[in-house]
């Protein structure tokens, strides 16, 4: 970006440049389309299924191409820029239809918003449909919460929850406060805070295997500022951080878990107490 | 991936420096205590989010505007500090930087230095040169002070000895200067000034920093809080001020916005204690000031990124240090750990351009990518678009011809045939399909180790049914 400020006449630049605009929602869609993501696919499935459920309660058909794989963000992170592209074209082949694409994941929701462009800065002709992609995905708190416009009654008895934000949903996605707003709408859950709750989990992919001491250190203090919050169980929006999270918790003998967001929300609003 | 190494044949690696580290309770309490309170620091000095906001977009785009002329900027710069009677010195390497020094010491027939804080001397390994031919340097930046005395480097841009607690300050200064042992800190700091104060009166040189070289007007401009950076520049008949060829702005006025987002991202200040502006040589009529001024413009690496349409960015840093207050990471191991002379999310992608990818392989990955860094940048380098980066030329076979000093540093045939088979596997729906289908099928048989996932967590158990399966009953459709 340089080189366009090359010509640019000496002192320039002496105002801020305008800002990017906050993201504006369309009318409620009759069609999406869920991307589940390879996390949730294999270990909290139940999670994508409430998603679906919290999705068709607002009269939204929900389509799951079964072609859906992973998004390629473990290979982009990992530097393997052709291996993640790859992976990264499949996808966007098979969501190249127009519809909404909801995802239960900020990080994977960053990739088709974010990074999908970087994945294909080298093919003009492939950003753009990079670029419609990224314009109709939607993180699922954010999609329930500003398209759906949600509107719930709380079903559930009252309860005490602390609430983990990923960092691609607080940083990459913008949507950091939407799960808080969720939250605010049930009448008997308790939002509590805890220590350092903007602090990343550990995880950050490979990053948890490639550097394990201080992946290890940090997940040991989220868990115990999250066990220290007073709240009965934790619940985010992030397969990667639940996996995170709950595999330590595990390891540590602790009796207090995570759970997704989806599947929390889908039990204080439809009265079920999923398993 | 990566496998479980023993820690005994770390010992020279981040990962084995880390864990050195995250085993000293004491480090680590220091750290989060400081770290802590300098978020905070910086999060009241900017209560404004959309000045702030905006104040950074300006930032990056002064910073950006310099760069984009920087081999113009560099000779006005020059012209102008030669007019101003500063003598202007170019070194490419740090040896060549240390020579010119060097020789600028002995052409006074010096043997002692008082510095004031600059991260390019300690990147030039100053005193260590220097002290091989005899000649003292002496830190006088209180933190640098500290370190020096203790035979340490920098932990920190801006806190030089940040992983030292006063108690730890109050035994060394008993220790190495013999006096009573206080944890006044007030005490402590006068002890420290009543030592450096002589030196200054009778160092033959003196060396600083700079924070910004502005072209237009040949100024050098050098922040600092104690009052030694001014004594260090104007006490001694010679002045020698270092710095890497990015400081220089176009502007006076750009220095404006840059220095408010450099003194509110490093410690929440308005604006330092002192701001020195320096633009010669004392005059005939002056009764003060250095009789010689010297700018040694060091490049060390930063052409090579600044050849890089992506990685220049990297040169819009101020060094306010920001982001390493804000690392999850660098809070838990500190700075030494990254054992290079610029440490934290900075360090980890301006080193590589300095000592190549081959010194520092594991900076690239020793980040989990949250973000925090380049959230708070004052001048908005995406960081963590820079590591990413860095890891894609730190894998790079030699045939990929990597375009980072020394890339291809993690080059890996094993890892690359795995990432191969990762593709195989998410590009083929019947394959992934079957492998979903297995997994779950056979989840009792999931590994109950795997490698270093399994010293922090249990090893993660497949579900009962996959995704795929439970929405495919659920939606009852095949596609879409």
């Known amino acids: 970006m340089s080189e366009l400020f090359y010509d640019a006449a000496p002192n320039a630049t002496r105002v801020a440049p305008e800002r990017a605009k906050p ?101 003009p002709d492939t950003l753009k449909r990079v670029d419609d992609l990224a314009e109709r995905t939607y993180e699922l708190t954010e999609f329930l919460l500003h398209v759906c416009k949600v509107d ?7 309860t005490r929850i602390a609430l983990h934000t990923s960092c691609s949903a607080r940083r990459e996605m913008n949507t950091h406060l939407h799960a808080r707003e969720l939250l605010g709408k049930l009448a008997n859950v308790t939002r509590l805070d805890h220590d ?35 709240a009965v169980e934790m619940v985010t929006a992030d397969g990667g951080c639940l996996l995170n999270i709950n595999g330590s918790l595990e390891k540590q003998h602790q009796a207090f878990r995570g759970r997704h967001l989806a599947s929390f929300l889908w039990e204080r609003v439809s009265g079920e107490a999923m398993s | 991936m990566s496998q479980r190494i023993p820690v005994t044949e770390l010992t020279d690696s981040f990962r084995g420096r880390a864990v050195g580290a995250l085993a000293d309770n004491q480090l680590r309490t220091n750290f989060r205590v400081a770290m802590d309170s300098l978020m905070k620091k910086r999060a009241d000095a900017f209560p404004d989010e959309e000045e702030r906001e905006g104040l950074r977009e300006l930032g990056n785009h002064i ?26 010195h170019w070194a490419e390497t740090t040896e060549d930087a240390n020579r010119i020094v060097h020789s600028i010491i002995e052409a006074q027939k010096g043997t002692q230095v008082v510095k004031g804080k600059s991260m390019v001397s300690e990147e030039m390994e ?76 009778e160092a033959d040189v003196g060396v600083s920093g700079v924070n910004f070289a502005i072209a237009e007007t040949g100024t050098l401009l050098l922040v600092e809080n104690e009052g030694n950076g001014r004594m260090s520049t104007t006490a001694p008949p010679v002045h020698i001020a270092v710095t890497g060829i990015e400081k220089v702005v176009e502007n006076l006025r750009d220095v404006v916005p840059l220095l408010s987002l450099l003194t509110r991202s490093a410690l929440g200040q308005p604006i330092t204690t002192y701001v020195n502006m ?32 992506q990685l220049r960015q990297t040169l819009n840093c101020i060094r306010c240090g920001a982001c390493m207050n804000h ?80 890339g291809g540093a993690k080059y890996s045939r094993k890892e690359r045939a795995l990432w191969r088979f990762w593709v195989t596997l998410n590009t083929s729906p019947g394959f992934y399909r079957l492998f979903l289908w297995a997994a779950t099928r056979f989840r009792k048989l999931a590994p109950k180790n795997v490698g270093p996932w399994t010293e922090n967590h249990t090893a993660p158990v497949p579900a009962r049914r996959s995704l795929h399966d439970l929405a495919k009953a659920h939606l009852n459709q095949g596609d879409r």
């Open chain 1, 152 to 158: 719930w009654q709380d079903l559930g008895q009252p």
């Open chain 2, 327 to 406: 690392c999850p990471v660098y809070t838990r191991v500190g700075g030494h750990t990254y054992g290079e002379v610029y440490p934290g999310p900075i360090g980890k992608i301006i080193t590589p351009h300095m000592v190549g990818l081959h010194k520092v392989p594991d900076h690239p990955s020793a980040s989990s990518l949250c973000g925090a860094c380049g959230e708070v940048c004052p001048v908005k380098i995406p960081i963590p678009e820079m590591l990413q980066r860095l890891r894609q030329e730190n894998v790079k076979s030699p045939a990929e011809h990597p375009k980072v000093k020394d």
């Open chain 1, 23 to 123: 993201r504006t929602y369309p009318a409620r869609p009759e069609e999406v389309t869920l991307f589940g993501t390879c996390v949730v696919d294999l270990f909290f499935p139940e999670a994508g299924l409430d998603a679906i459920r919290l999705l068709e309660r607002e009269g939204i058909r929900v389509h799951f191409p079964q072609e859906q794989a992973c998004c390629g963000q473990p290979a982009w992170t990992s530097g393997y820029v052709n291996e993640a592209r790859e992976v990264a074209r499949a996808q966007l082949n098979l969501l190249d239809n127009g519809l909404p694409v909801v995802v239960p994941s900020g990080s994977c929701a960053g990739m088709f918003r974010q990074h999908y462009r970087e994945v294909f800065a080298d093919e």
């Open chain 1, 196 to 230: 350092h709750e903007s602090e990343c989990c550990g995880f950050g992919g490979t990053f948890s295997v490639r550097m394990p001491e201080v992946s290890g250190a940090m997940v040991l203090d989220k868990t115990r500022s999250l066990r220290e919050s007073g």
């Open chain 2, 63 to 88: 910073k950006a505007r310099a760069l984009s002329r920087l081999p113009d900027l560099l000779e006005q710069l020059e012209a102008k500090l030669t007019a101003n009677g500063v003598h202007v």
């Open chain 2, 278 to 309: 320096i633009s010669g040589p004392r005059k005939a009529d002056e009764l003060d000031g250095p009789e010689e001024v010297h700018l040694v413009l060091l490049d060390n690496g930063r052409s090579g990124a600044f050849a890089d349409a």
């Open chain 2, 126 to 201: 100053m005193n260590d040169f220097l002290a091989e031919r005899n000649i003292e340097c002496l830190e006088s930046d209180m933190g640098e002070y500290i370190v020096q005395l203790d035979g340490e480097k920098p932990s920190h841009i801006i806190m030089p000895a940040i992983h030292k607690n006063r108690f730890q300050v109050a035994k060394l200064f008993h220790d190495k200067l013999g006096v009573d042992e206080t944890e006044d800190v007030n005490e402590l700091i006068q002890i420290g000034r009543r030592t450096l104060r002589q030196k200054f009166l």
